[in-house]
């Protein structure tokens, strides 16, 4: 059974954030990186940080609480990020994914 992930992306501290969902939250934190959707939100306002993410048993679980946190007002989700990253840092630099090498082998 697969694990089902809500995360947030941020361009730096308190900066633009966004909201995904994912059931292969490495795979999809590398395409955030690379900008492999080059129009996408991610890609335009440069949101290369994973900031926060939560882990699931089921994608609806997973769906419910990703459109629950996409209403809630900006400072919610500057707490709820806070809380577990109090600094903001790239939660995924320690998952021994090396995007400099990826990205040069892109272009």
């Given at each position: 059974?697969?694990?089902?992930?809500?995360?947030?992306?941020?361009n730096?501290?308190?900066?633009?954030?966004?909201?995904?969902?994912?059931?292969?939250?490495?795979?999809?934190?590398?395409?955030?990186?690379?900008?492999?959707?080059?129009?996408?939100?991610?890609?335009?306002?440069?949101?290369?940080?994973?900031?926060?993410?939560?882990?699931?048993?089921?994608?609806?679980?997973?769906?419910?609480?990703?459109?629950?946190?996409?209403?809630?007002?900006?400072?919610?989700?500057?707490?709820?990020?806070?809380?577990?990253?109090?600094?903001?840092?790239?939660?995924?630099?320690?998952?021994?994914?090396?995007?400099?090498?990826?990205r040069?082998?892109?272009?």
């Amino acid at each position: 059974m697969s694990k089902w992930y809500i995360y947030i992306m941020a361009n730096k501290f308190n900066g633009t954030i966004y909201i995904g969902i994912t059931d292969n939250i490495d795979e999809r934190v590398k395409e955030h990186k690379l900008k492999v959707n080059p129009n996408s939100f991610t890609a335009k306002y440069n949101c290369y940080k994973l900031v926060y993410f939560e882990e699931f048993e089921n994608s609806s679980e997973a769906i419910i609480r990703e459109k629950r946190l996409k209403k809630w007002k900006r400072d919610w989700k500057i707490n709820l990020i806070e809380n577990m990253n109090p600094s903001w840092m790239d939660i995924s630099i320690n998952w021994n994914m090396d995007f400099n090498r990826l990205r040069n082998e892109r272009q």
